[in-house]
């Protein structure tokens, strides 16, 4: 249950957990109705943010978003607005499932909220999710299509919008969860290599990303360790720990965890989930 007051925490769905990225505005409804489920029985208060999963990525790789305005691509405004249009769909899927589900939900069109400047955001309009939050309210935004002031037209990752949040919203928030089809970062791809092995802390410090093993401290290397074969626009696992490196904030920590797998959420926050990623980001240590 929702309840005002209660800790604010920045959840990331990935489009891994609910669509199948080689199969075109695929939905997998059963997964997402047991994570959404879960979430409404733990004492948090989520502010969400999902991918685009084969919504949005398909048609946004099509049409060169990311590359901005290109005369070169065929009806590229027209691709601009198919992608806004699909991501706006299955938002539509994911808030039904929200409200059914008794969470509070509102969709807030991330588009309307944020500028890009060669393809980064560089103005953000956030008092509607401040608001919301406010008054008892799950805001739901979504990475998306927008404005670039030097490139005409951008992607809005939604991995660059939750560290935006993470960053800029005057609550007392120091969790973000990041929802996978994997049990978090791997040193190698775990769908390839049957011997990979999870990495289960990284630590994020002055931008630098480094984790430990037997052998001592290392720089993370992600030449193999980010799930692949799909298409993704936005970049990512190794996007996800590029853009928390951005946050300032001291005595942050992020989890990467399997959103696919049963009561992942109740488990994390009961402290009885065995396998995730946690990120440390800008601790004392």
């Known amino acids: ?75 590229q405004r027209a691709g601009f607005s198919f992608t806004h249009d699909a991501m706006v769909d299955v938002n539509q899927k994911i808030m039904r499932l929200l409200l059914d589900a008794g969470i509070p939900a509102y969709p807030l069109q991330s ?79 775990p769908n390839i290599h049957h011997d990979a092995e999870l990495i289960r802390s990284i630590h994020i410090k002055n931008g630098e990303i480094t984790f430990h093993d037997s052998s001592g401290e290392k720089q993370l290397n992600f030449s193999d360790n980010a799930v692949s074969g799909t298409i993704d626009v936005t970049g990512g696992i190794e996007f996800k720990l590029r853009e928390l490196s951005r946050l300032t904030h001291e005595n942050m920590e992020a989890f990467l965890v399997n959103g696919c797998k049963k009561n992942t959420l109740i488990d994390l926050h009961a402290g009885r989930l065995k396998d995730y990623t946690i990120v440390h980001i800008n601790t004392g240590g």
């Open 111 to 189: 588009s309307a909220l944020f500028m890009l400047e060669s393809g980064k955001i560089d103005s953000s309009f956030l008092e509607p999710v401040v608001a919301l939050i406010e008054r008892g309210f799950v805001p739901v935004l979504h990475g998306d299509t927008a404005i670039d002031l030097t490139r005409g037209i951008g992607i809005l990752s939604g991995d660059t919008i939750i560290v935006e949040l993470a960053e800029k919203l005057p609550f007392e928030q120091r969790h973000l969860i990041y929802l996978l089809d994997v049990d978090g970062l791997f040193d190698k791809n």
């Open 1 to 75: 249950m929702i309840v005002k007051g209660h800790p604010v925490v920045l959840v990331k769905i990935g489009g891994c957990c609910f669509s199948d990225k080689k199969v075109p505005r695929s939905f997998h409804s059963n997964i997402m109705r047991h994570l959404l489920e879960q979430l409404g029985k733990i004492p948090v208060h989520p502010v969400i943010v999902h991918g685009g999963g084969s919504f949005g990525h398909p048609i946004a790789k099509e049409y060169r978003i990311q590359d901005g305005f290109n005369k070169e691509v065929d009806d």
